[in-house]
């Protein structure tokens, strides 16, 4: 019976070994959480709250019209086909609220998040040109650069402030996810290194690029595992047709937690491949949405060989990746 538990242990510590070092020849799983829009103030204290909390480092798409107000917005902000001062998602309330907005900007940045481009208006840019989508990232690069000076704080402004509005904002994600030839060859010209807005069947390694393309995941979801796009507007739209149902709420996020969940440990137990999600600043289905992120980052973020960083982070390990095996 001795000799039996001996190599019942035996086997078990070779397993264990094995294991060990067959989780060390893989690259860190890599978890990429990204918010659109970025301008609910209660919501940027909620996210990087929660980053905190889960050790994560998260990518903000900002929308520029929000650090404009309407009556600003007509005299000079102009989406391309359209006419001055309009948005499709509005434009800040006030200048105080844009006051703290530039102020989570800020600490956000200083805290290790990535702030990207989502456009200014968030119109449909499919069939823009590329003259046009030079014009809409000008106006996004002016409208962040003199955000401080344009509202009234300009005594306030941060020391980096304009190196940080014309020179780190690297990523881009279209609203709508819609994208084409001439947005790639915009963001080339733009010197802009990645682009978030195209869509993969599942995971997807990017393919290193002068603008690599991150593709968010379809993913199974739901009672049928029907694939669905890793973002919670389309989980909103599946699961009450765009429209709040708060009686369901904890069964959209249990749904929702199992979906990002089951994709994870696909990845975790196989290929390593990153895993994106997307969010916005809003709470559909009373915080379904937002409730499952937490839970599946609080979940997966902390383990050892589990990294939740920034879209800019994720480039700069898989060019270093490359440069070493060249």
């Known amino acids: 019976m001795r000799v039996l538990t001996q190599i019942l242990l035996s086997c078990c510590c070779a397993m264990t070994v094995q294991q060990t070092a067959a989780a060390q020849d893989k690259d860190p799983q890599i978890i990429l959480i990204s918010f659109d829009g970025a301008h609910n103030n209660a919501l940027w204290d909620k996210s990087r709250e929660m980053a905190q909390r ?96 344009r509202n009234g704080f300009e005594e306030d402004e941060p020391e980096d402030w304009q190196n940080f509005a014309v020179n780190e904002i690297k990523g881009f994600r279209a609203p709508y996810l819609s994208h084409s030839k001439n947005l790639f060859s915009s963001l080339e010209a733009n010197n802009f290194t990645y682009d978030a807005s195209t869509v ?73 491949i990153p895993l994106q999600m997307g969010f916005h600043f809003v709470e559909m289905n009373a915080g379904a949405y937002w409730r499952a992120l937490e839970r599946f980052a609080q979940d997966t973020c902390a383990l050892p060989d589990v990294d939740c960083i920034t879209y800019q982070e994720a480039l700069t390990r898989l060019q270093q990746k490359r440069a070493n095996n060249s």
């Open 54 to 149: 889960v050790d994560a480092k998260f990518t903000y798409f900002l929308s520029c019209a929000f650090l404009i107000t309407k009556d600003d917005a007509r005299s000079f902000y102009r989406s391309p086909k359209n006419s001055l001062g309009l948005s499709n998602v509005g434009f800040a309330q006030s200048q105080p609220e844009i006051r703290t907005r530039l102020a989570h900007i800020w600490r956000a940045r200083a805290e290790g998040h990535e702030m990207a481009n989502h456009g200014c208006g968030h119109f449909d840019g499919n069939a823009w040109s590329v003259d046009e989508w030079n014009a809409e990232f000008d106006q996004f690069r002016d409208i962040l650069s003199t955000a401080w000076m």
């Open 200 to 272: 993969s069947n599942g995971p997807a390694m990017p393919k290193l690029e002068n603008v690599t393309k991150f593709a968010l995941p379809l993913i199974p979801e739901g009672p049928s595992s029907k694939k669905i796009i890793a973002m919670d507007y389309n989980l909103y739209v599946r699961h009450s047709k765009a429209k709040d149902n708060p009686e369901l709420s904890q069964v959209f996020e249990e749904r929702t937690y199992q979906a990002f969940k089951t994709a994870f440990d696909k990845e975790y137990n196989g290929g390593r």
